[in-house]
C-alpha cells in the first residue's frame, strides 16, 4: 500500500552500511564492553583514566559515525568548561582560593573537581551514542529475549509502532489541509488545540483498529500456545568468546592494578598511574583497533589486486 | 479425504438480524485452488474466519466443519497454527515485529520450533520469495506488495497444508497484486498447498481457480469450474456477473457461440476463430463527437518541477497539463510514479520549486489561507479513513458545515443517509469511501481531486461510486482522478493521460488513448485488437461482435 509519497524506501537506509568490525561481533560482546566502559568512565574520577575515557569514546564514535559525530564532539567542548566553570559556584570546598564570587570563595580543588564531572559526563555522552549505534534494538531484544520473553516482545512491537504511528498522523494531516482543515490554516490558538486533537483522536482509534488486527494475527500464528523458543540471528563466534575473554581480562587488570584513586576536595590528592591505565587505554580501544585492523586489512588486500 | 468439510454452516452475529451465514456446505479437496468471489457483506470473510478456531467471530453458530476428517475443535491450536495460514487484507497491520527477518520467524517461535530447524526454515523462505536482499530490513521500509509478500513468507514458514488468503490484494497496486497472485499461484503448483481465496480482481485469478464459490447473503449461490460458474450467474442474471473476467463478459454479453474464454489469450483466439471467414463491416465503435470547442481550464499546471528533498531524485519534472473544467481527467501511470505527488502539488502541500500551478486561471499562490478550499478544491485521498475524525459520521460531517440540509442532500448524494450514525470505522470498504466523499463535497467544491478512489473497491461499489461521479459531473464539477485502474478509467473517464517520468507523455479520449498503447491498455482491447479497433471495454467488444455477425447494430 502506498499510503504517502514517504511509505517508499527511504532516504538512510543504508547508513547501516557503514562496515565496523565491532559492530558485527556478537551482542553480548558489545553489551560487556560497554558495561565495561561506562561503568569505569562513571567510578574512575582520575584525570588521567577520564581523558582516556573521553579521547577513546571520540576516536571511536569518529570511526562509527564518520562527519556527523563531528557536531556532537563540537558541542560538548563547550559543556565540558561551562559545567567545570560552575561546581566552584555550588561546591567552596578547597584550601587554593583564587578569588571570590558573591562573597563565596571560588576554589581550585572545587574547579578541577567540576572538570572530573564534565569529564564524565563528556564520556558518558560519547559511550552513549557509541552503544546507541553500535547495540542496535534488535541486539539489545536478542541479549534480553531469553530472560523476559513477554517483555522483549513488546518492544519489538512498540518499536514497529511508532514510525508507523508517524506515518499515519501526517496522512491525516495532509488529509485535512487537502479539505481546507489544516492546522496552518488558521491563527486561531484554539482552533489549533482543537485540530491537534481531532488528530489525536483519529490517531487513537485507527491504532486500536490496527491492533485487533494483530492482535489477530498474532493468534492465527499460534501465539500463546507451547513454549516460546527465540529466532537467533548472532552466535558466538571463537573471536567473539576471545574478544570477550580479553575485555574481561583486562577489566580485571585496570580493577586490582590500582593507581586509580583520585579525590579533589578539600585537598587535591592524586594518584600516580601505574599498569592499571596502560591496560585501560587497551581495553577503551579495543573496538577502534578492531576497526582499525580490519580497515588495514583492506587497504592491503586491495593493494595486492 | 477432503481437506475442509463444511456441513450446514449457519451463523448469525449477537444483535444481527440477518444469520451472515445460512446453511453453507462446502468441500475442499486437497491441492485444490479455491476461489471465493461475492460482494462485499456477503459473508465471505465470515466463512474464512471459521476455518480457523481463534480466529472464529462470537455468535450462534451451528453446523460442521471438520479438517482432515476431524471436528475443527479437536485439533489442537498448535496444529491448527501451523496447518493453517492465514493472509489478511490490511499488509501493514498483521505485521507483529519490527525486522523482517525477526518477522519470517515469528510463527514458528511461537510454535516452539528449535533453533537449528527454524534458521533452516527461515532461509529456505527467504530465498523462495526472494526476500534475500531484503532481509536485514526494518519492516516500515518495505513497499505494500512487500509487507503483503513478507505475510505470506512469514506464514509459509509454518509450512501449512491450507493457505487462506481474505482479499489480500486490495490494498496494492496491480503489478504488486499480480505478483502476489502468482507467487500464490506457484506455491499451490509447486508446493501442492491448498488454496482458499477471496477477490475482488477476479482477471487474475479466476481462469486458474479449481473450483469458483460464489456467495449472495450468506449463502452460497454457485459452486462449480469457472466456466460453469459463468454461465450460471449470466443465466441468474446475478449483479456478480458484473465482476467477472473481460472475455467471460465479452463472451456472454456478445451471445457468442463456442467455448467460453477466460483468459485474454483464450478470447483472442475465440474472437479470431468467430471472424475467420467472416468479414469485418464495423471495425471500431462509432466515434467519439469532436471535442468541443476547448473550455476555459479549470486547472492549469505549468512546468513543475518538484522533490522531497535537497538532495532527492525530482519526483516531477517539467510536469504541464490542463484540464478542461466540468471533465473527468484521468491519470494512469506506474507505481511510484509521482502521480500522488502531482495531487499534493495542486493542492498546495507539496509546494515546486519551479512551476506554477492555476487553479480557475488564479496561481495557487496568489489564494489566500483557506480562500483555495471555500467552494474550491477538494481532495479525496487514498485511505478514505485519513478523514474521519469523529466518532460517528454524522459528527464528521456536521465538521465541515453547520447547515443541516447541505448535509443531508450531499448524504443523499453518496448515498450514506442510512449509515450516518455508525462509527465510520464499522463501514465497508466501499461505504468509508463514499463517506469520505461526502465530507470533501462538503467543502463545495468546483476542483474535485481523487486519489486512487476504486482502490480495494468490489465491481458493484465502483459501478455505484461512477453514478455519483456522473452525478457531480452534471452539477458542474470538474474532476481529476489518479488511477491504477485502468478498466475504470477507459469507462468512465473523458480525457486519460499517461504519467511517467515525472510528467505527462500524453493525453487522449479514451477509446484513442487505449486504442494506441499495446500493453497499458484494457483487457478487453487486448483481447479484441486483432479484430476490432479502438474496442475498450467489453460493452465495445460485444457491440462490436454482435454489429458484424447479426448485421445488426
Not at chain 2, 25 to 44: M, N
Request: charged share 20%.
Amino acid at each position: 500500500m502506498r499510503l504517502s509519497a514517504f511509505s517508499g524506501p527511504r532516504k538512510g537506509i543504508f547508513s547501516f552500511m557503514r562496515q565496523d568490525a565491532f559492530s558485527k561481533c556478537h551482542p553480548l560482546t558489545n553489551f560487556v564492553f560497554f558495561v565495561g566502559a561506562i561503568g569505569f568512565s562513571v567510578v574512575f574520577q582520575h584525570p588521567l583514566y577520564l581523558a582516556a575515557s573521553c579521547a577513546a569514546g571520540a576516536v571511536y564514535l569518529v570511526l562509527l559515525n564518520g562527519k556527523k559525530s563531528w557536531k556532537l564532539i563540537a558541542g560538548l567542548v563547550p559543556v565540558f568548561f561551562l559545567l567545570s566553570a560552575l561546581n566552584p559556584l555550588f561546591n567552596s570546598y578547597g584550601e587554593r582560593v583564587l578569588f571570590h564570587v558573591f562573597g563565596k570563595p571560588y576554589t581550585l580543588e572545587a574547579l578541577f573537581y567540576g572538570m572530573a564531572i564534565a569529564g564524565i559526563f563528556v564520556a558518558m555522552m560519547l559511550w552513549f551514542n557509541c552503544y546507541s549505534a553500535v547495540l542496535t534494538s534488535d541486539k539489545f531484544v536478542c541479549l534480553f529475549g531469553s530472560l523476559i520473553p513477554a517483555l522483549s516482545l513488546l518492544l519489538v512491537m512498540v518499536l514497529r509502532m511508532i514510525p508507523n504511528l508517524m506515518r499515519k498522523a501526517r496522512q491525516i494531516s495532509d488529509a485535512r489541509k487537502s479539505i481546507g482543515k489544516g492546522a496552518g490554516e488558521t491563527d486561531n490558538f484554539r482552533e489549533k488545540v482543537a485540530d491537534g486533537m481531532n488528530i489525536l483522536s483519529s490517531l487513537t482509534d485507527w491504532a486500536l483498529e490496527g491492533s485487533i488486527v494483530t492482535a489477530d494475527s498474532m493468534r492465527a500464528r499460534g501465539y500463546g500456545g507451547a513454549k516460546r523458543t527465540s529466532f537467533q540471528i548472532y552466535r558466538m563466534t571463537a573471536r567473539d568468546y576471545l574478544l570477550l575473554g580479553f575485555s574481561i581480562l583486562l577489566a580485571f587488570i585496570v580493577m586490582f592494578a590500582g593507581g586509580t584513586e583520585a579525590t579533589y576536595t578539600p585537598v587535591l590528592y592524586i594518584a600516580p598511574p601505574g599498569w592499571g591505565l596502560a591496560a585501560y587505554c587497551l581495553y577503551l580501544l579495543i573496538p577502534s583497533l578492531l576497526h582499525g585492523k580490519e580497515a588495514l586489512q583492506w587497504r592491503i588486500s586491495i593493494s595486492r589486486i | 479425504m477432503a481437506h475442509f468439510h463444511i456441513q450446514d454452516l449457519t451463523f448469525q452475529y449477537p444483535n444481527a438480524a440477518h444469520p451472515s451465514l445460512e446453511n453453507v456446505s462446502l468441500t475442499v479437496e486437497k491441492g485444490e485452488y479455491v476461489v471465493l468471489c461475492g460482494q462485499s457483506g456477503s459473508g465471505k470473510t465470515t466463512l474464512l474466519r471459521h476455518l480457523k478456531n481463534v480466529l472464529m467471530p462470537y455468535g450462534k453458530r451451528s453446523g460442521s466443519i471438520c479438517f482432515d476428517g476431524t471436528p475443527l475443535e479437536q485439533v489442537s491450536q498448535h496444529d491448527q497454527a501451523a496447518k493453517i495460514g492465514f493472509v489478511m487484507q490490511n499488509p501493514d497491520d498483521q505485521i507483529v515485529t519490527d525486522k523482517v527477518w525477526h518477522e519470517l520467524a515469528f510463527g514458528l517461535e511461537n510454535l516452539g520450533t528449535d533453533p537449528k530447524t527454524m534458521r533452516l526454515r527461515v532461509a529456505e523462505m527467504a530465498s523462495y520469495f526472494g526476500i534475500q536482499d531484503w532481509f536485514h530490513r526494518e519492516v516500515c521500509n518495505l513497499s505494500g506488495g512487500q509487507k503483503q509478500l513478507l505475510n505470506l513468507a512469514s506464514i509459509m514458514a509454518m509450512q501449512p497444508e491450507v493457505l487462506i488468503l481474505d482479499e489480500p490484494t486490495s490494498q496494492l497496486d496491480p503489478i504488486a497484486a499480480s505478483d502476489f497472485l502468482n507467487t500464490v499461484r506457484k506455491i499451490n503448483i509447486e508446493l501442492g498447498t491448498t488454496v482458499i481465496i477471496t477477490e475482488h480482481r477476479l482477471e487474475d485469478i479466476y481462469h486458474s481457480a479449481d473450483k469458483v464459490v460464489v456467495m449472495d447473503q450468506g449463502k452460497v449461490i454457485a459452486c462449480d469450474t469457472p466456466r460453469k460458474v459463468g454461465q450460471l450467474l449470466w443465466l441468474q442474471g446475478h449483479e456478480m456477473f458484473a465482476a467477472l473476467p473481460t472475455p467471460v463478459r465479452v463472451f456472454y454479453e456478445s451471445q457468442g457461440a463456442g467455448d467460453c474464454p477466460l483468459t485474454v489469450r483464450e478470447g483472442r483466439s475465440w474472437l479470431t476463430a468467430a471472424f475467420e471467414h467472416h468479414p469485418i463491416a464495423v471495425a471500431e465503435p462509432a466515434p467519439e463527437p469532436a471535442p468541443e470547442k476547448p473550455k476555459a481550464p479549470a486547472l492549469q499546471v505549468k512546468e513543475v518541477w518538484f522533490r522531497y528533498e535537497k538532495e532527492s531524485p525530482d519526483i516531477l519534472r517539467d510536469l504541464s497539463f490542463a484540464v478542461p473544467a466540468g471533465s473527468l481527467f484521468a491519470i494512469v501511470g506506474g507505481n511510484g510514479s509521482g502521480k500522488s505527488t502531482t495531487l499534493k502539488t495542486i493542492c498546495g502541500i507539496c509546494k515546486p520549486y519551479r512551476g506554477t500551478v492555476e487553479v480557475f486561471g488564479k496561481p495557487l499562490k496568489a489564494y489566500k489561507p483557506k480562500e483555495l478550499f471555500q467552494n474550491g478544491l477538494a481532495m479525496l485521498p487514498q485511505d478514505p479513513k485519513s478523514l474521519f475524525v469523529k466518532k460517528t459520521l454524522r459528527e464528521d460531517l456536521a465538521e465541515m458545515s453547520r447547515d443541516k440540509e447541505a448535509v443531508a442532500a450531499v448524504a443523499e448524494t453518496c448515498e450514506i443517509t442510512k449509515l450516518l450514525d455508525s462509527h465510520p470505522y464499522d463501514l465497508s470498504g466501499g461505504e468509508q469511501q463514499r463517506a469520505a466523499l461526502a465530507k470533501v463535497l462538503l467543502t463545495k467544491p468546483k476542483l474535485l481531486l481523487l486519489d486512487e478512489p476504486t482502490k480495494g473497491l468490489d465491481s458493484f461499489f465502483k459501478q455505484k461510486f461512477a453514478r455519483i461521479l456522473r452525478k457531480l459531473q452534471e452539477e458542474g464539477i470538474t474532476i481529476v482522478m489518479v488511477s491504477h485502474d485502468v478498466e475504470f478509467c477507459a469507462e468512465y473517464a473523458d480525457l486519460v493521460s499517461m504519467f511517467f517520468d515525472g510528467q505527462i507523455i500524453t493525453t487522449d479520449t479514451p477509446h484513442r488513448f487505449f486504442g494506441q498503447n499495446s500493453f497499458y491498455t484494457t483487457a478487453a482491447n487486448r483481447m479484441s485488437r486483432c479484430v476490432f479497433r479502438n474496442a475498450v471495454t467489453a460493452a465495445d467488444v460485444a457491440a462490436l461482435y454482435r454489429a458484424n455477425l447479426e448485421g445488426k447494430p
